[in-house]
């Protein structure tokens, strides 16, 4: 069983940045394609990022592309989601997720959750 834990959530200025964290426990990390995603009040949980296993390959939303980026650290068990250039638009529970074939971008695709962190971008 893998437990997820996000953090580095928080409130920011548009135009600022943020890196999120998730650690990973209880599984063999370096197996797992990682992804993050977000889900803004009101909405479907929606895609944000994927990372493969090795960190070799990474994929975007189209929202996102150019201003976040992925990156994974197999030796410490972690995910990060640097954020730049942040919109209001941007606010959202993030969620990481682990273990889904690669380029998976549904929900569904993933068999493991962390609880999520907030992050809130005022205009």
């Known amino acids: 069983q893998v437990q997820l834990v996000e953090s580095g959530g928080g409130l920011v200025q548009a135009g600022g940045s943020l890196r999120l964290s998730c650690a990973a426990s209880?599984?063999?990390?370096?197996?797992?394609?990682m992804g993050w995603f977000r889900q803004a009040p009101g909405k479907e949980r929606e895609f944000v990022s994927v990372i493969r296993s090795s960190g070799s390959s990474t994929y975007y939303a189209d929202s996102v592309k150019g201003r976040f980026t992925i990156s994974r650290d197999n030796a410490k068990n972690t995910v990060y989601l640097q954020m730049n250039s942040l919109k209001p638009e941007d606010t959202a529970v993030y969620y990481c997720?682990?273990?889904?074939?690669?380029?998976?971008?549904?929900?569904?695709?993933?068999?493991?959750w962390g609880q999520g962190t907030q992050v809130t971008v005022s205009s």
């Open positions: 209880g599984g063999t990390f370096s197996r797992y394609q």
């Open positions: 997720a682990a273990d889904a074939p690669w380029l998976r971008t549904t929900p569904q695709a993933y068999n493991y």
